[in-house]
């Protein structure tokens, strides 16, 4: 029997810490690894993608929806370079991913040699809490097991680093000897509880407050019966980061939903009106629309002290499990007996869904981008799961879905980079293959690199339980996030040299590859669409034709000023008219009549 390298005892170990799926590109800085998959019978599953950057998506989309650590893997040289974008992804938004990539050989580093890169130094910041090269193969269980608890205890990514010759070596365990660190398998988290005096005074503050009001991010994921209580007795209205879009259901009457430059108007509203602010795992970044300081009393909890006290000034900054520390905190919370604040919450909440629709129902050429995101709402299994690119599709996402039941979705926050709704939705779907899969991807990001990525879809997707995978593709021929932009912040017309796009027949390809491809152009086919996607046994892209006219006004934007930032482009800018036109007719929506509550 042959003996067992390092890079067969890499994919063992790997194994036995549950991992099931490695994202991947191959290369030869990683040939050993690669035999080592094969004589392994390819356990864990090598997922291959169609570029080297999207394995660190693939990953970080699994990761994200399974809650588990993800891995990705890359040649040496190019290969590791190329998982920077989705390994930052990963450090910004507080995901463990591992990331193991190849190196020359020892006997050629310091030589100039081809594919050399100083892997150590390109990967200290985006993995600066933990990247290490393997030198010797007694080094690999510690190094190895280290990466992994370390990424989980940090959420965020680490490195690993095995030069090629490496990789081959016969595997030799550390010794009982003196500079040698053996390693072992496994960790048990603790739960970690608030202190009691702190709670305390955190319940004086909050009982003290006449107008609540609640922000909550994905660190408050596991805590959705608590929250729910704590709104209830506190008589708050909930904003979500758009991270947290999935924390708790949009059906419910106090939840504003999104807050920000893509959120909603009743959370703009409630943060400028509140009283009192309590943060639960969230370190949402845009503090102008946040409570004016000095407004409102705050406390803060999240389970990580280096994200603590953050964007506000908290009175109290509670280091614990949000769970942990509500369930503490429930007790101690005085239920309001007026319940005026949160009456008016809630019909701010029932007009903004109902202008919501309104505006979605607004005529465009040929199609409203609302409406593609509208019709899907009430349409979504409750176990749906949906990515959406940056760009122009993340402000549909943030704000005409509706979520609900167990749906999920995520998008790339803190970075906001292209590319990866497509790839997010691969990792989603081998890290939950029984469940249906939604990616909003603009026609930017799906030449980037969704169309490509589609050939990964059409490699797998029969492996699936659930055969649906849907990318709905907003198909306006136009960089269209940065072309508004542009015109809002610079004051500038779009440049055409560098916002317009070719035109490609998306559903076409999708057709060739023997998925589903349907084209639709008109508003009336857009429901009947989702239908047939949702009803489709293999996956679908929707090539939709949008309105790139129609524009993604911020909650907090008067009539007034939305009417003067389009009269500030018109010369020069090609769809002047048109966006105005757009503009005033969904503006409007706000301001008419809504139906009698």
């Known amino acids: 029997m042959a003996k067992e390298t390092v890079s067969d005892f890499l994919l063992g170990r790997l194994r036995e810490w549950g991992v099931d799926h490695v994202f991947a590109f191959p290369g030869d800085g990683i040939n050993g690894t690669l035999a080592a998959f094969g004589r392994a019978e390819n356990k ?106 370390i990424a989980l205890a940090e959420r965020a990514p680490t490195a690993i680093i095995i030069p090629s010759d490496v990789q081959e070596m016969p595997y030799s365990a550390p010794t009982h000897a003196f500079k040698m660190v053996p390693s072992s398998l496994g960790v048990q988290w603790p739960t970690i509880s608030a202190d009691a005096a702190a709670i305390r005074e955190a319940a004086a503050i909050l009982n003290a407050g006449k107008k609540v009001a609640m922000l909550i991010g994905a660190g408050a994921r596991g805590a959705r019966k608590e929250l729910m209580e704590v709104a209830d007795l506190l008589g708050a209205g909930v904003a979500k980061a758009l991270l947290g879009k999935d924390v708790l259901s949009d059906e419910l009457p106090y939840v504003t939903g999104s807050i920000g430059l893509l959120g909603t108007r009743p959370s703009y509203e409630m943060m400028r009106d509140c009283d009192t602010l309590l943060t639960v795992g969230s370190s949402f970044p845009y503090t102008q629309f946040m409570p004016e300081p000095g407004q409102a009393r705050a406390v803060q909890i999240d389970v990580d002290a280096k994200m603590i006290g953050l964007r506000y000034g908290y009175e109290r900054n509670i280091v614990a499990d949000a769970k942990t520390a509500l369930e503490a905190l429930i007790p101690l919370l005085k239920p309001r007996e007026d319940t005026s604040w949160r009456t008016t919450i809630e019909d701010n909440v029932a007009r903004w869904w109902e202008t919501m629709d309104e505006e979605a129902q607004v005529s465009a050429d040929p ?231």
């Not at 130094?121 to 269980?141: I, N």
Request: include cysteine; charged fraction near 20%; charge should be negative.
């Open 44 to 149: 864990p599953k090598f997922v291959q993608s169609r570029h080297e950057e999207m394995p660190a998506f693939e990953a970080v989309g699994y990761a994200k929806f399974t809650g588990r650590l993800a891995v990705c893997m890359a040649t040496s040289g190019p290969g590791a370079i190329h998982l920077l974008n989705g390994l930052y992804d990963a450090k910004l938004d507080h995901v463990p991913v591992v990331a193991i990539v190849g190196q020359t050989a020892q006997s050629a580093m310091g030589g100039s040699y081809q594919q050399e890169v100083d892997l150590l130094s390109l990967f200290k910041d985006v993995a600066g809490d933990y990247v290490q090269m393997v030198t010797v193969p007694e080094q690999l269980p510690n190094v190895l097991d280290r990466a992994i608890r």
């Open 367 to 597: 199609i409203n981008p609302m409406l593609l995101f509208s019709e899907l709402s009430g349409r979504m299994p409750s176990n749906a799961i949906v990515t959406a690119d940056s760009g122009s599709s993340a402000n549909w996402y943030a704000r005409q879905l509706r979520f609900r039941d167990d749906m999920r979705g995520s998008l790339s926050g803190a970075l906001a980079t292209m590319g990866p709704g497509v790839p997010y939705a691969i990792g989603a779907k081998f890290g939950c293959p029984d469940r249906p899969v939604v990616a909003f991807v603009g026609d930017g990001a799906m030449q980037m690199n969704g169309m490509a990525e589609l050939i990964t879809i059409k490699h797998y997707w029969q492996e699936w339980a659930d055969p649906r995978l849907i990318v709905a593709v907003l198909h306006n021929d136009d960089l269209n996030q940065v072309t508004w932009e542009m015109r809002a912040m610079e004051g500038a017309p779009a440049f055409e040299a560098s916002q317009a796009l070719p035109d490609v027949p998306y559903g076409e390809f999708a057709n060739l590859l023997g998925l589903q491809g349907i084209t639709v152009d008109k508003p009336d086919d857009v429901g009947p669409a989702w239908e047939r996607a949702l009803a489709a046994d293999r996956p679908t892209v929707l090539d939709v034709r949008v309105d790139p006219d129609v524009p993604p006004i911020p909650p907090h934007a008067t009539f007034q000023q939305a009417l003067d930032s389009a009269k500030s482009v018109i010369k020069g800018d090609s769809s002047a008219w048109g966006f105005i036109k757009e503009g005033v007719k969904t503006k409007l929506q706000e301001a008419l009549p809504h139906k009698e509550g």
